[in-house]
């Protein structure tokens, strides 16, 4: 179902083969925008914004992908004893800047996954 993904381990193979890879991305593009050297700066009254600035919408995007990550790694694996459910954090947790940017019933399929491999009894494995 669209809900659980086609396979149990679908939540395994989106996160190795989709968020790793874009994470990794992600941390090489900010290595990069970090070795861009400063401008000099003159007699300027206003100084020139950082080389590699992101927009606001790119750090929107940015947290989208972190909030999306979290809730199909991290959060299926501890919710019940540690966080909200995934229910209760889609639900009130969002940041008003992230609300309509992702729907929320991405942010749920994480945990419908895990919850379905649990309920199978079937053992998380890294494939």
Not at 1 to 18: M, N, Q, W, Y
Not at 33 to 54: E, W
């Amino acid at each position: 179902s669209l809900e659980t993904g086609d396979s149990p381990h679908a939540r395994i193979i989106v996160l190795k083969s989709v968020l790793w890879p874009l994470l990794t991305c992600l941390g090489r593009c900010y290595a990069v925008l970090d070795q861009i050297p400063r401008p000099q700066t003159g007699k300027q009254k206003k100084p020139p914004p950082p080389p590699g600035m992101l927009s606001i919408q790119n750090y929107t995007d940015i947290a989208v992908f972190i909030e999306f990550l979290v809730t199909c790694s991290i959060l299926p694996l501890v919710q019940q004893n540690v966080l909200p459910s995934a229910q209760d954090r889609a639900r009130c947790s969002l940041p008003k800047s992230l609300a309509g940017r992702i729907p929320r019933a991405s942010l749920l399929w994480g945990c419908a996954v895990q919850n379905t491999m649990s309920e199978r009894n079937i053992p998380e494995t890294i494939l």
